[in-house]
């Protein structure tokens, strides 16, 4: 196994900086390393960009247009991406949906669906997760009765991110309550302007209503929209986690949350000298960097295990763990950094609407802080990965 890029592999990550360089604004950049929000068209604009560019749908296969990049080349745009400061893709209908269409939908469902995901026309949001049903989601109870050619959906979803950005949800519905939980839901695609459906914000601890609860409330959807087969929902919903859990790691991002403390760490003091040489901070600060490098390195070997076709398995969810304790700790590190300039937290600020108080670096700590607690609950929360790991290595 060699875990340094090919003389291909440089040249294509040459080819990405070049693309960044040419075509991400340094207001976007600033705003997104600020942690500012880039609002619905912020998102939709850096889609077409890569769009234009043939990047959007990476990983998509080359039948549906797709780039098909390998698991090497996805490692590098997204650790370049982070590092340029460039805003997420929205996963939603690239990663999650048009994978499964790609896998289990009709023909009409491909043609229809996958190339408005392309050219922003249908903004997805997933309606899996319900109030008694996250970690045991088999447990779902919206329902979906057959009524001539529709359904009628009545229920609720909750955590349902950026649903009020979406007009379109794919959603986890339960067509046979007498089966056994897994073998009576079905996948159905609703359109979020059909009458009936109630989008309520949640706002989170950082003040931004990233979630939503939906609201179902006999709602018609023509059976057209149900995919694969009634009551195999199961076998869709696992296998869009799949493709949930790529760049779980997040290396990129650690490491230019880290940059960043390293920034804020030599300007700021502790008793009149750089934060930096503070002997308790810089030992944290050097805990998790080196925690940070031992994971690129395990996360760079099953990226190339990928590249040669083993698929990877409790992997996964060892990245999820780590990937999640070292961003959620580069916060802490930031927060303290910040010190007091942490307190007066103004979602404003990051709304980009006002002056931050302090220092500009300061602005996003608190929220960036706050908003992260999410890393260890969503993707199937870190105790649930512990379940699996210790399953998987130690037989329990
Ligand atoms: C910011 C955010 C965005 C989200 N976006 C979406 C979205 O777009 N669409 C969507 O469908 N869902 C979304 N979710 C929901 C997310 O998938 C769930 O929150 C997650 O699956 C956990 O479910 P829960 O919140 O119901 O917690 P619960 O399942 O009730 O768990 C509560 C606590 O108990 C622990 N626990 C539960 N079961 C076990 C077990 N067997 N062993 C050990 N510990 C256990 C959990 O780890 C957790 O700490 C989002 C969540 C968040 C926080």
Redo the contacts with the bound molecule.
């Keep these: 196994m060699d875990l340094n890029y090919t003389d291909e592999e440089k040249a294509f990550r040459d080819e990405v900086r070049a693309f960044l360089a040419e075509k991400l604004p340094k207001e976007i950049s600033d705003k997104i390393r600020a942690g500012r929000n880039i609002g619905k068209e912020g998102y939709q604009w850096w889609h077409a960009t890569l769009n234009e560019r043939g990047w959007l749908n990476f990983n998509w296969p080359k039948e549906f247009g797709g780039a098909e990049w390998n698991a090497v080349q996805r490692h590098i745009f997204e650790e370049e991406c982070a590092a340029a400061y460039a805003p997420r893709i929205v996963p939603?209908g690239l990663s999650m949906l048009g994978p499964v269409l790609q896998k289990f939908g009709s023909k009409a469902q491909q043609d229809y669906f996958l190339p408005r995901i392309l050219n922003g026309e249908h903004w997805w949001?997933?309606?899996?997760?319900?109030?008694?049903?996250?970690?045991?989601?088999a447990s779902l109870k919206t329902r979906a009765v057959r009524d001539g050619d529709h359904y009628v959906v009545n229920g609720q979803?909750?955590?349902?991110?950026?649903?009020q950005y979406a007009n379109w949800i794919f959603c986890?519905v339960r067509t046979d309550p007498e089966a056994k939980a897994q073998e009576g839901i079905s996948f159905l695609l609703i359109d979020m302007n059909t009458p009936g459906i109630q989008v309520r914000p949640i706002v989170?601890l950082d003040g931004t209503p990233?979630?939503n609860e939906v609201f179902f409330d006999d709602v018609r959807v023509p059976v057209e929209n149900l995919v694969g087969e009634e009551n195999k929902g199961w076998t869709y919903a696992k296998y869009l986690l799949t493709h949930e859990r790529t760049n779980i790691a997040g290396v990129g991002f650690s490491q230019a949350g880290l940059d960043m403390v390293k920034r804020i760490a030599r300007i700021e003091t502790a008793n009149g000298r750089p934060l930096i040489e503070n002997p308790h901070f810089a030992a944290r600060l050097a805990r998790v960097e080196i925690d940070l490098m031992a994971m690129a390195t395990t996360n760079m070997r099953i990226i190339s295990q990928a590249a040669a076709g083993q698929a990877p398995g409790v992997e996964s969810s060892m990245l999820k763990v780590k990937g999640t304790i070292i961003r959620q700790e580069i916060n802490d590190l930031a927060r303290r950094a910040v010190g007091p300039y942490a307190m007066p937290f103004a979602s404003e600020a990051v709304a980009g609407d006002n002056d931050p108080i302090g220092p500009d670096y300061a602005a996003p700590v608190a929220a960036q802080y706050f908003?992260n607690?999410?890393l260890?609950?969503?993707?199937?929360?870190?105790?649930?990965q512990?379940?699996i790991i210790a399953k998987v290595k130690m037989g329990g």
């Design positions: 939603f949001c997933q309606g899996y997760s319900e109030p008694g049903a996250g970690s045991d989601l979803k909750t955590w349902t991110t950026l649903a986890l989170l990233e979630v908003n607690r999410k260890s609950i969503f993707g199937g929360s870190n105790e649930i512990r379940g």
